[in-house]
């Protein structure tokens, strides 16, 4: 009976079986990469704005609080972003003629709202309350990063469901005592065991349970 298969058949079927597992891992690694990468995730994103507005100088040189601009951040899911009226309060006296604050100008004349782009945009199917955070001890600094150190606004957290489950299912080490939310770069006093500390505000904050932090239901409703 003649051949069907010539002597090298096995080595090239050995080196196909080779090749396409190597496919695979090589797809794998390159997918979990890409998740995994700042450009799936946004870090290190800093969109353009119709102002360069520089939390460095507001916030971290001239000591401005997050709430004077971002006004409805206790009360209201959404922090807010500023109104012209609230930038021309300032401006209004200072850098007056600045190209820059054209924009701002131009707005409070004509009535019509300047175009911020979001920094931080979460998928529509996420529920998330900023008032229900800062309100039980969770700063700012927990979510978008020393922003007193940013020339330009850049995410610096990922936001995937990781991060948050992360601080769900163990929030004391990052809870804040209220007067603390604000401030960046707060530390506790020397000594202080964080853990307990936070522990201590979740008792104080009335913090539902680990259990209930990590409900599906609590962030996707």
Not at 45 to 70: I, M, N, W
Not at 71 to 81: C, I, K, P, R
Request: hydrophobic share 35%.
């Amino acid at each position: 009976m003649p051949r069907i298969f010539r002597p090298r058949a096995n080595a090239l079927a050995w080196m196909a079986l080779i090749l396409a597992f190597a496919l695979v891992v090589v797809m794998v690694a390159l997918g979990a990469y890409y998740f995994q990468s700042p450009y799936y995730s946004g870090v290190d994103r800093t969109p353009a704005q119709p102002v360069p507005f520089s939390h460095k100088h507001h916030v971290g040189e001239l000591g401005l609080d997050c709430r004077y601009c971002h006004t409805s951040v206790e009360q209201s899911s959404f922090a807010g972003v500023p109104e012209s009226e609230i930038c021309m309060t300032c401006h209004s006296q200072l850098w007056t003629n600045a190209d820059m604050l054209a924009p701002v100008r131009d707005s409070l004349r004509d009535d019509e709202p300047l175009r911020w782009r979001r920094v931080h945009d979460l998928p529509d199917y996420v529920r998330f309350d900023h008032s229900a955070h800062v309100n039980n001890g969770v700063p700012c600094e927990a979510c978008h990063g020393r922003v007193d150190r940013m020339p330009l606004t850049t995410q610096k957290k990922t936001l995937f469901m990781q991060f948050c489950l992360d601080c769900h299912r163990n929030p004391a080490p990052r809870l804040r005592p209220p007067d603390a939310v604000f401030e960046m770069g707060w530390e506790a006093r020397r000594g202080v065991d964080r853990q307990q500390l936070g522990e201590r505000l979740m008792a104080r904050y009335h913090t539902p349970s680990t259990e209930r932090l990590t409900d599906c239901s609590l962030c996707h409703q």
